[in-house]
């Protein structure tokens, strides 16, 4: 069992590397969709005893993450009539290697901190803490809100992964209150993209200077 | 359960508000709403219900110390929404004023919240009610600070989440069998393992901290409440940064007595003094006065950082500041909120004389800002003086000094905005503006009333409040 968890986990950390890579939206949407379902199926992997509430919250999560989120940025991409991410703060190459480096440095972290038993062998801490870090790379380093978008994306992606470690400890309604939350947030980000869209008739947030000291 | 009609009434009222269809008289949502919660909130401080230990909402000593003060705040903001959104008439407020409603009921959930994960459901959905409200000026400067707030905030609450998780983890490692309410993880104490307490930590005041707005997290802030309407930022500064007080306030007590206390007070002091020297440079170099608000919101959210550090008489002391704070800021916003429509601008090369366009806004807000510079009588005098006896009393004198530098600072900067607009040669377009803007009981009222409660609560601080305040300190220092 844990082995096939590892093997998700393992993909879940190779699509942080491709998104760190991809300078072209859809790809990078494509890639934040489907580490989104990736993570999906973890809950079925993990606990098969707990039937009923993993199988919901799989595929709860498999629908938002998967489906409806990435949908919603690609209609705002198309109405921005944009493809590429060209002038990134942090390029391609470097945040492939500091992603590299990050992954590595999540491994020796996770070494560092105490587990349970059931724990020690799963790539869980440390797939949670070098997702977390991608994302922040790509808040950082990006320059098109969509990016940017995919970059808190692939940060929520992170904490879920963390998340796991406490499945089935945590109440569904906390889970379920979470997952909301979380979609209710990226669903308010997609409208306010598609605002400052049409206010700035541009979605480089390096253009959003007027406020400043 | 009166107490779940705090949560429960803001949200049915946004609701009904949401459906209503009249646009010119949906804002009288607002007071009915702000009274019904006011009075329940000052019912249930003078007879506090009892809580059940393990209850996952409930008004504990810690609510019953801050959510009256929001409750009060809110009041004045919506007497001052109707005659504000009745200038506003040529927009639909439906979004508005249901945001305005829900942000309050979920503010109260946020502060009666005694689980960690509803904690943190609370804080996020009050983040993301409080979006629309920032955008209501529909102009380009107010999408870009929409997606400042929106982008830090999201990132900064994500990141308490995965705090929360560390300290769920943290439980669940030490024994716990998956009871996340914070009187559960408190009595869990020392079994909770120690460095999934210290990341929890670490995690947990990087996320709260960008909603309070400590620095260097603070860079939504300014932006937020220079562009958002003056309800809002009043709202904002008064209320929405004592949520995420409240939620620091609340896992601190768990960090402590996990037995990491001293890691989690010099974190709170560090950033604090740094929130408070941030904020003083900026204030000396910020020219518009509503951003100047946000830097002083920065530098008071310092202060209660730094009351919190202290403990005991320094967390009673940050209780009397987190009233005195949402009652000045309040007047602040909402007299700053007349200037700004009378002035036609907003820093200190467009706006001057403001004192003979609008003799009763700017004298408010000069005296607002002797009241946020902690000048007696007003009640931050009394609740500044009492921290800063307090790090003397506790040996941190050096820190006292720097804080004691950063207010005058702070000081110098505020009067010299202030003093700019206030008095001088009004601008023409500002002569012209002034008479389409009349000083109207509906918009001098509200401010003058929250300004009169700071100077009360400084005269003459009623016994009721000590005695919560005392009550909170308790809970957060003792586990049950």
């Known amino acids: ?21 991809s300078s072209r939206l859809p790809s990078l949407i494509r890639v934040a969709a489907f580490q989104g379902v990736v993570l999906g199926l973890m809950p079925l992997v993990m606990e098969p005893e707990l039937g009923v509430l993993a199988g919901l919250i799989a ?72 997702t977390v870090f991608t994302g922040l790379l790509l808040l950082v380093g990006r320059t098109k809100a969509i990016s940017q978008v995919c970059g808190y994306l692939i940060l929520e992606n992170g904490i879920y992964l963390f998340g796991l470690l406490l499945l089935g400890s945590t109440p569904l309604l906390v889970e379920g209150g979470i997952l909301l939350d979380l979609t209710v947030a990226v669903f308010v980000t997609g409208i306010i993209v598609d605002r400052i869209q049409r206010a700035f008739d541009s979605l480089d947030t390096r253009k959003l200077t007027a406020l400043h000291e | 359960m009166n107490e779940l009609w705090l949560v429960l009434t803001p949200l049915i009222a946004a609701a009904a508000a949401a459906a209503w269809p009249r646009n010119a008289t949906r804002p009288w949502f607002l007071p009915a709403t702000g009274l019904v919660h006011a009075g329940l909130a000052l019912a249930l401080l ?7 230990l393990h209850a996952w909402l409930g008004w504990d000593a810690l609510a019953r110390a801050m959510l009256p003060a929001v409750s009060l705040l809110f009041l004045g903001c919506a007497a001052y929404g109707v005659p504000y959104l009745r ?55 107010a999408y870009e600070a929409t997606w400042k707030y929106l982008l830090v905030g999201s990132t900064g609450i994500a990141l308490s989440l995965l705090g929360s998780f560390c300290l769920g983890y943290a439980s669940r490692h030490g024994g716990g069998t998956g009871n996340l309410t914070f009187a559960a993880l408190m009595a869990q104490g020392a079994g909770l393992s120690r460095p999934w307490v210290l990341m929890a930590w670490v995690l947990l005041l990087v996320g709260y901290g960008t909603k309070m707005g400590l620095a260097p997290m603070h860079t939504w802030k300014p932006d937020a409440y220079g562009e958002a309407p003056g309800i809002v930022g ?3 500064a008064g209320g929405v940064t004592t949520v995420a007080f409240t939620a620091v306030l609340r896992v601190r007590a768990v960090v402590e007595a ?71 800021k309040g007047a602040l916003f909402l007299s700053a909120g007349n200037l700004r429509r009378a002035a036609g601008g907003r820093t200190m090369d467009e706006v001057s004389g403001m004192a003979c366009v609008t003799p009763r806004s700017a004298a408010l807000f ?85 300004l009169l409660l700071a100077l009360w609560l400084g005269v003459a601080t009623p016994q009721i409040l000590l005695d919560a305040w005392t009550a909170a300190v308790a809970q957060l220092a003792s586990p049950p």
């Open chain 2, 46 to 52: 003078w007879r506090p219900p009892p809580t059940p």
């Open chain 1, 59 to 130: 595929s709860a999560t498999v629908l938002m993450k998967g489906l409806v989120i990435p949908g919603l940025l690609r209609r705002a991409m198309r109405a921005a009539r944009i493809e590429r991410d060209l002038a990134p703060l942090i390029g391609f190459l470097p945040s492939l290697l500091l992603g590299a480096a990050g992954m590595m440095g999540a491994v020796a972290l996770a070494r560092q901190l105490p587990l349970l038993p059931e724990h020690r062998n799963s790539l869980l801490v440390p797939g949670a803490a070098a």
């Open chain 2, 234 to 236: 009043a709202m904002l």
């Open chain 2, 366 to 450: 000069v005296a607002g800002l002797f009241a946020v510079t902690a000048c007696p009588p007003f009640g931050p005098f009394f609740s500044e003086l009492l921290v800063l006896r307090t790090a003397f009393a506790t040996g941190r004198g050096w820190a006292a000094a720097i804080w004691l530098g950063c207010l005058l600072l702070a000081f110098c900067g505020l009067t010299r905005v202030v003093f700019s607009i206030a008095y001088g040669r009004p601008r023409r377009a500002a002569r012209q503006l002034g008479r389409q803007f009349p000083e109207t009981l509906g918009v001098i009222a509200p401010p003058l009333g929250l």
């Open chain 1, 1 to 21: 069992m844990t082995d096939h968890l590892n093997l998700l986990i393992g993909l879940a950390m190779g699509l942080n590397l491709v998104a760190l890579g």
């Open chain 2, 87 to 141: 200038l506003r008439a040529e927009r639909s407020n439906r979004v508005f004023v249901a945001g305005f409603l829900a942000a309050l009921g979920l503010i109260s959930a946020a502060h009666m919240a005694r689980h960690l994960g509803l904690l943190w459901i609370a804080t996020e959905a009050v983040t993301l009610a409080c979006v629309p409200l920032l955008h209501f000026n529909d102009t380009p400067r």
């Open chain 2, 258 to 328: 996990a037995g990491a206390g001293r890691v989690a007070s010099l974190t709170l002091l560090a950033m604090g003094l740094f929130s408070m020297l941030i904020a003083a440079l900026f204030l000396l170099s910020t020219r518009d006065f509503k951003r100047m608000l946000a830097y002083s919101s920065v530098e008071h959210m310092g202060i209660l950082s730094l009351g919190a550090a202290l403990g005991g008489a320094g967390v009673w002391a940050a209780f009397f500041h987190v009233w005195n704070n949402s009652m000045t």
